[in-house]
């Protein structure tokens, strides 16, 4: 009997000296891991030598600010105003600044611009929103539930200025027709529906439109542009469809 317990003693002992190897081998694993990750070694002490190792990974991570000719401001650097701006110009003009003005938004802007109602703009036979239902998904937007639409896209398709044109040019008709019929009290048009055709009315028609959309001024070479549909167009309504068009679908109206 005693040597039968003496016998399950032995094994173990043995057992438990084997889990014990393996796990002292697992924990000296794990700490050189530990130590490569660190960039350091381990001292005699059990401290690393280069303990900042990770602060200094971490600090990576911080856009490091530099100016014109490439000095490093360090992470927490300001950078000079001037540089600043121009920097911001520059991203402006390469287009990485702007914003998509998605379905919602772009709605909301061509009605108040036009000073319509969102049920007034353009409706697929009559019925069904084009902007919040037929032209959904290439203005930015997505419907799950019926079209299974579970994801919006990107950036804008193909197919996104045939649409936005349409909508535009259909909202631009509801103004001018609802201009005509007011006739002296027309909101936007009332230059030029109402008083002969001259390079007068139809820069400060586009004045008003750029003012409305845009929130700003035209340039001179926009004016000229106008005035240049002005030579083209045959009628007043024409005309008045002409500058609200050209307008509407400006590249600063679609993006913001």
């Not at 509801?174 to 005509?180: A, E, G, P």
Request: aromatic content about 8%; charged content about 25%.
């Amino acid at each position: 009997m005693k040597t039968y317990k003496l016998n399950q003693l032995n094994r173990f002992l043995v057992w438990a000296s084997i889990m014990g190897f393996f796990y002292w081998s697992g924990c000296k694993e794990s700490s050189s891991f530990s130590r490569k990750i660190r960039g350091g070694r381990s001292s005699s002490d059990g401290t690393f030598e280069n303990e900042t190792a990770i602060d200094s990974a971490q600090s990576l991570r911080k856009p490091r600010a530099k100016d014109s000719k490439g000095n490093d401001l360090g992470s927490t650097g300001e950078q000079n105003p001037a540089e600043t701006e121009t920097q911001r110009v520059k991203t402006a003009a390469s287009g990485a600044g702007v914003v998509w003005k998605r379905f919602k938004p772009f709605e909301q802007g061509l009605a108040h611009a036009l000073e319509l109602k969102p049920e007034d703009l353009c409706k697929e036979m009559g019925k069904r929103s084009c902007i919040n239902d037929v032209h959904l998904t290439v203005l930015g937007g997505n419907e799950p539930f019926y079209h299974g639409h579970y994801e919006r896209v990107l950036q804008p398709t193909i197919l996104t200025p045939i649409a936005i044109e349409r909508i535009v040019l259909s909202a631009c008709q509801t103004r001018v027709q609802m201009d005509i019929t007011l006739g002296t009290s027309a909101v936007i048009f009332k230059n030029i529906l109402t008083q002969p055709m001259n390079p007068e009315s139809v820069t400060q028609t586009t004045r008003e439109l750029f003012q409305r959309f845009l929130a700003r001024d035209p340039s001179g070479e926009e004016i000229a542009t106008s005035l240049k549909i002005g030579e083209i167009a045959k009628t007043p309504d024409h005309l008045a469809m002409g500058l609200c068009f050209l307008v509407g679908t400006h590249a600063e109206n679609i993006f913001l």
